[in-house]
């Protein structure tokens, strides 16, 4: 097993070093969407295109063709009744870790909201109305993305929240989904996925209103169905596929960075990345891989994705780490560099989130910690941010001028609008001051 993986160990000592490590970084941004004037673009603008067009007539026919499911436009939306049956029958145990993972989001999500803290009168801060979130459903159903993406839109205050997901368990959305919408006080929930579903919240069906915002994870189609319509719609970012980079030294635990790596491979796709200056520690990473990767339930789909989208990088110096590190702009950024990893998350510019310390592993801020789990991925934390509850708001600048200080600014006001060759914004000035 070791020996199908050797190729993921990249030595500073090569001489195509940096090559090797760019097309490692360039694979994992190609995963994140589509080539400018590819087939599978074209054919991403022809579903957008036809749902935008003939609306839930598209919306069946793409379920079926993409799903292999038959839906009529009636059975688009999840009955309430569905719903609670779903919350009635979940597990007591997992509905309790649930219930606690949600008080753990908006305590967080609360404290870190900006707009009820800003008291300028120049600033009006509103909620959005009405919002849109994928729930990825098919690799592996996410109902922790419910929390991730619901809870922050609820502490700001949106009225209306629509969840889609592709129908990919018994022709529906998995049960823990539901009852979880329904714990959650959200009623309007759709078993339709994919870029088809994006269109239909961007632009409206007979049956699905629009909404303001689109947000939440998934695979390359929905993300670049999300980039497509953003302008008709607002979204978050770019988010998916899942990836991590994990900068260790040789105070690492090999077993527990391979089980980190293993972690985000496992979706199927995602990626996961080591940037080290320890070639015991990388090889001894590798060797972990390969015990621990035989004893997962997802084996080969998870060890395709370690040699396709995944490498542990022996840099020349630790500064050399640092730099591949932010280079990366990576989704999920750990730092197992025992009482040192406080200094360097401080060096570190890029990363959706940062993992601190060797017991901060992602599945803590998948499900527990607080922030959302909705992150900036392909190289796109260099400009996006996460998902917060800051993203479901919008300002509008507040300007008021009485007749005095609009008197006092008027020449000033009149000479900028002249020098643009705009003599009716300065007369807009002048007939309320009396300026010639």
């Known amino acids: 097993m070791t020996d199908q993986l050797a190729d993921i160990l990249i030595l500073s000592s090569q001489p195509d070093f940096q090559q090797k490590l760019s097309a490692v ?48 436009p009636n059975q688009f939306k999840i009955d309430k009744a569905q719903l609670k049956k779903a919350h ?18 908006r305590k967080y999500q609360t404290e870190i909201f900006m707009s009820g803290k800003n008291n300028h009168p120049g600033v009006k801060y509103t909620p959005l109305n009405r919002i849109g979130i994928c729930i990825p459903g098919a690799s592996a159903p996410l109902p922790s993305t419910v929390i991730m993406s619901a809870v ?80 008709k719609v607002d979204i978050d970012s770019i988010a998916g596929p899942s990836e991590v980079l994990i900068i260790a030294d040789d105070s690492a635990n090999p077993a527990w960075v391979a089980a980190d790596m293993l972690s985000q491979a496992e979706h199927a796709p995602g990626s996961a990345l080591v940037l080290t200056d320890s070639e015991k520690l990388a090889r001894a990473i590798l060797e972990q891989l390969a015990k621990q990767v035989k004893q997962l339930d997802r084996s080969q789909q998870t060890l395709e994705c370690l040699k396709q989208f995944s490498a542990i990088a022996v840099c020349e110096n630790f500064d050399d780490v640092i730099v591949q590190a932010n280079d990366f702009a990576t989704e ?105």
């Open 88 to 105: 009635d029958e979940i597990d007591a145990d997992l509905l309790k870790a649930l219930r606690k993972s949600i008080e753990n989001v």
């Open 332 to 436: 999920h950024l750990e730092i197992q560099c025992g009482n040192k990893s406080d200094a360097v998350a401080e060096r570190i510019i890029n990363a959706g989130a940062i993992f601190i310390g060797p017991y901060t592993p992602v599945a803590v801020g998948d499900y527990w910690a607080g922030p959302s789990h909705t992150l900036p991925t392909g190289s796109s934390a260099k400009f996006f941010s996460p998902l917060s509850s800051n993203d479901f708001v919008k300002s509008s600048s507040i300007i008021r001028y009485n007749k005095e200080k609009l008197e006092q600014s008027a020449d000033d006001i009149i000479r900028l609008a002249m020098v643009e060759g705009l003599d009716a914004h300065a007369k807009s000035i002048a007939i309320r001051t009396k300026k010639n």
């Open 152 to 231: 922050p839109a609820q502490v700001a205050g949106v009225k209306e929240i629509v969840i889609i997901s592709p129908p990919r368990c018994e022709n529906s959305i998995h049960p823990v989904i539901q009852a979880l919408c329904f714990e959650l006080g959200i009623d309007e929930v759709y078993r339709i996925g994919g870029a088809q579903a994006v269109a239909a919240l961007a632009y409206g069906t007979e049956t699905i209103e629009k909404v303001n915002k689109i947000v939440g994870p998934g695979n390359q189609w929905v993300q670049m169905a999300k980039k497509q319509v953003f302008g």
């Open 25 to 72: 970084r360039q694979t994992i941004i190609n995963a994140a969407g589509f080539e400018s004037g590819s087939q599978q673009q074209q054919q991403l603008i022809n579903i957008v295109n036809e749902v935008a067009k003939t609306g839930d007539k598209a919306l069946a026919e793409f379920t079926e063709k993409f799903d292999n499911v038959k839906l009529t």
